[in-house]
């Protein structure tokens, strides 16, 4: 239960990092969602729409025209690369600086195993998410350099067919391992 209660804190603190970038950016953000599946709660707010899904083992912020080419100046891709980076890698950062705080303080500060936990989780999904494979954070920053090599039109088609693909994959290796993560909660090691 501890795992699960940690992921999900992680997630959110991940995806708002994502959300107020982008805002301070001045990107619109469509949506912003903590989980996946069947929407259990939602409400709009400033253009946003705030949701929450039935699966709570990820999340996403949906920016308009993520990766798709538009002449909209405040659209992600038409930012300059620096501002990319800072809304694309603003959730690892977020999860790597709130799990190092957590574990130092478990250790410093307030003897906690939960504590503890938690920091463990959030600097992992931080850490991974860095991971350039397509639909992880990581890869944008190597994604929006074609921009440099070919045309953008081109390059962000490339990229759009890259991030399916990844997602995909990465979605087909979550559902390869529920079974694995059903065993540990039964077992009570998460």
Same mark, same amino acid.
């Given at each position: ?7 999900? &804190?992680?997630?959110?603190? $991940?995806?708002?990092? $994502? *959300?107020?970038?982008? #805002? ?5 953000? %469509?949506?912003?969602?903590?989980? /996946?599946?069947?929407?259990? /709660? ?6 946003? #729409? ?14 308009? $025209? ?16 620096? #501002? ?40 992992? *999904?931080?850490?991974?998410? %860095?991971?350039?494979?397509?639909? %992880?954070?990581?890869?944008?920053? /190597? *994604?929006?350099?074609?921009?440099? /090599? ?6 962000? $088609? ?16 979550? &559902?390869?391992? &529920?079974?694995?993560?059903? #065993? ?5 090691? *998460?």
């Amino acid at each position: 239960m501890i795992f699960l209660i940690s992921l999900i &804190i992680c997630i959110f603190l $991940h995806e708002l990092g $994502h *959300l107020i970038t982008a #805002k301070i950016c001045k990107c619109s953000v %469509l949506v912003f969602s903590i989980g /996946f599946g069947k929407e259990l /709660f939602s409400f709009m707010y400033k253009g946003t #729409k705030y949701r929450l899904a039935l699966i709570p083992l990820g999340g996403y912020n949906k920016l308009e $025209h993520e990766i798709d080419y538009c002449r909209n100046k405040y659209a992600l891709p038409n930012l300059t690369y620096s #501002k990319k980076l800072f809304v694309i890698l603003a959730g690892c950062f977020i999860n790597i600086a709130t799990g190092y705080l957590a574990y130092y303080a478990s250790y410093h500060w307030i003897v906690n195993y939960n504590l503890y936990y938690f920091g463990v989780i959030s600097m992992a *999904l931080g850490v991974t998410n %860095l991971i350039p494979f397509p639909a %992880l954070d990581g890869s944008y920053p /190597f *994604l929006f350099l074609l921009e440099k /090599f070919m045309p953008k039109k081109r390059a962000l $088609h490339i990229t759009s067919i890259l991030v399916k693909w990844g997602f995909i994959i990465l979605m087909t290796l979550n &559902i390869l391992f &529920i079974p694995y993560m059903i #065993k540990l909660l039964i077992k009570g090691a *998460l």
